[in-house]
């Protein structure tokens, strides 16, 4: 058992910049892939970004992508999603979740994937 823990959420202005943290706690972490998925009010929850246990391989959503940034530190066992030119769209109750994959090779874009999720940290983008 794993338990996914996000911080680093806030209020932030339209442009600004924020980095969301996941500390995973439990059994192994680098056999994990890890995904970041958010949800706004009244909206299903959607993919945003995940990173394979290698860092060999990254997936963003569309909306996202060349404004998000997702890492991991490994010494560390924390993944981060760095946030860059926010948008009062990205307005929403962000969740990292984990997948046990023990191949190492794959970012896991679909929600069924993963495992163990975090309780979330809320991100809300004023303009």
């Known amino acids: 058992q794993v338990q996914p823990l996000e911080s680093g959420g806030g209020l932030v202005q339209a442009g600004g910049s924020l980095t969301l943290s996941c500390t995973l706690s439990?059994?192994?972490?680098?056999?994990?892939?890890m995904g970041w998925f958010r949800q706004a009010p009244g909206k299903e929850r959607t993919f945003v970004a995940a990173?394979?246990?290698?860092?060999?391989?990254?997936n963003y959503a569309g909306s996202v992508r060349d404004r998000f940034t997702v890492y991991r530190d490994d010494a560390e066992n924390i993944v981060y999603l760095g946030m860059d030119n926010l948008r009062h769209e990205d307005k929403a109750v962000y969740y990292c979740?984990?997948?046990?994959?023990?191949?190492?090779?794959?970012?896991?874009?679909?929600?069924?994937?993963?495992?163990?999720w975090g309780q979330g940290t809320q991100v809300t983008v004023s303009y």
């Open positions: 439990g059994r192994t972490y680098s056999s994990y892939a």
């Open positions: 990173i394979s246990w290698s860092s060999g391989d990254r």
């Open positions: 979740a984990a997948h046990l994959d023990p191949s190492g090779r794959l970012a896991y874009t679909n929600s069924y994937d993963y495992d163990y």
